[in-house]
Every structure is written in C-alpha cells, then in structure tokens.
C-alpha cells in the first residue's frame, strides 16, 4: 500500500508571495492533519481535516488555511509568506478520526528568502 | 509548563544497551500516546501506540502508561547504532489535537 505523498518536496519563495502545498493520504485514510516542524518550536499541529471539514485547529494565523476534497487529498495555503514561515511541512494521514494513529508524509521543506 | 515534556539529550547508550526515553504530559484527560522516531532528515515514523495503563511491547520496545502520574516512557532492549535518532513523544489531548513533545535525540555508540 503506498504511503502519505506530499507534493512538492522542496519549495523557494520571497517574503509576500502565496503558496499552496498538496497532500494525498494513504488509500482508505479520511482523516489528514498538518503540522510544520522547525528547529526551534519542534512539531506543531496545523489543523486537521475529515470528510472534507475541518475539524480541529491550532494556533496559527488565518494566513495558514486548509482544504479536503471529496477523496481525502488535502492542500495548505499559506499567504503573505513571513521569513518565520520556513519550516517543514508535515502531513499525516489516519483512517478516522477516532483511529488515532498517524502516518506521515515525507514533507515539503520551504525556505521563505 | 509544555503540554509535552521531554528531555533533549543526547542520550548516548553503548550498543546491545537498553536505552530509556521519557515522557511527561499536562493534559490528565489525554487518552492516546505514541512514540515517533525520526531520522536526521526524514519525517517521523510511528513507532509504538499505547492507551491503557501498564506495558506494551513490540519486539525490542516496550512502551509504558502510568496515568497517574502522567508518565510515558520508552525502553528500546539490545540498542543498535541504527536506532540512533529522535524519538518523539506524543500525546491526543481531550480536544483531538495530537501534541508533540520537543523530542530525545539517541546516539547508541558501536
């Protein structure tokens, strides 16, 4: 079975620019969550995402925003890039929300110049 | 006070050692806890999953839940230069966010 897929892996921006970050779960996964890592914070939930709804979210500015389609694939928003914002993006996905264990994605890393 | 506590490390084990990883959390009504491994440049892999007080274990680990004293530890038997890594603790709180701890880095030396 193949795993969480995040796309793309590696992304350059500059300061004030957008940028949308895409995420398909393990096949029969409904639930995908968000997390950035950086050094500094460690890992740091997002939001997470169910049947097309958002279902929980962390302490973030409305600059970080999320979606589900209909076949569980996700994608993150982030406008107005900050400097800050140059982290590690995470997805994992599970089979519920109830089903508690995550698997991850291996990450789009974004460097924000 | 973090809601998930670990320590840094490095933790330094010498090889066929049993290297201990702890974990504290705040949250008294957090239900579910995992363990998470990541290597240097790759993203965290699930290790161990445990809900219920007591001892889990999976070959070489053996995780372990003491609710009442909002402990979670990890025991990895017979330590091996690959298990070199961060381990991340992690816990569901009671409002269905999984929270991290900042994570041990292990070196287990040959």
């Known amino acids: 079975k193949a795993g969480v897929t995040q796309t793309p892996r590696y992304l350059i921006k500059t300061r004030g620019q957008q940028v949308t970050l895409s995420c398909s779960p393990i096949s029969g996964h409904r639930s995908v969550s968000w997390y950035q890592q950086t050094p500094g914070q460690g890992l740091q939930f997002l939001f997470e995402y169910f049947s097309e709804t958002q279902r929980n979210k962390g302490n973030f500015p409305g600059r970080f925003s999320g979606r589900q389609f209909s076949n569980s694939r996700s994608e993150m928003n982030v406008s107005t890039l900050e400097l800050g914002d140059s982290a590690l993006y995470l997805c994992?996905?599970?089979?519920?929300?109830?089903?508690?264990?995550?698997?991850f994605g291996p990450g789009t890393r974004l460097t924000v110049l | 006070q973090k809601e998930v506590e670990q320590n840094s490390g490095p933790l330094s084990v010498p090889e066929g050692a049993i290297a201990s990883l702890n974990c504290t959390y705040s949250d008294r009504g957090s239900q579910s806890f995992f363990w998470y491994r990541q290597y240097s440049g790759k993203s965290p892999e699930l290790i161990m999953s445990?809900?219920?007080?007591g001892d889990k274990e999976d070959g070489r680990f053996t995780a372990q839940l003491n609710k009442a004293s909002q402990y979670v530890s990890l025991l990895i038997r017979d330590s091996q230069p690959s298990d070199s890594a961060t381990y991340l603790c992690a816990v569901k709180s009671n409002t269905g966010k999984l929270i991290f701890g900042q994570g041990t880095t292990l070196q287990v030396k040959p």
């Open positions: 994992a996905s599970s089979l519920t929300l109830a089903l508690n264990e995550q698997f």
């Open positions: 445990i809900y219920s007080n």
